[in-house]
């Protein structure tokens, strides 16, 4: 009997999420807010808006003691 591929099965190469930036794993950040709080945070652009405003903010100067 001959063996035909049938186009089923095997690994799927390429699937699933693909990384933020090559070579960095990310982290889920579980964070509470309101309902309306939710629904503008999707039209400023969700969790791309988020690290976005990370990526730009200023670091806090160190708290001297």
């Given at each position: 009997m ?23 794993e ?40």
């Open positions: 001959e063996n035909k591929p049938t186009g089923r099965g095997g690994p799927g190469r390429g699937q699933g999420r693909k990384p933020l930036k090559e070579g960095q990310s982290v889920i950040v579980p964070l509470r807010m309101t309902a309306d709080q939710k629904e503008k945070l999707a039209r400023l652009g969700g969790a791309q808006w988020v690290r976005d405003r990370i990526d730009k903010a200023k670091e806090p100067e160190p708290e001297e003691e």
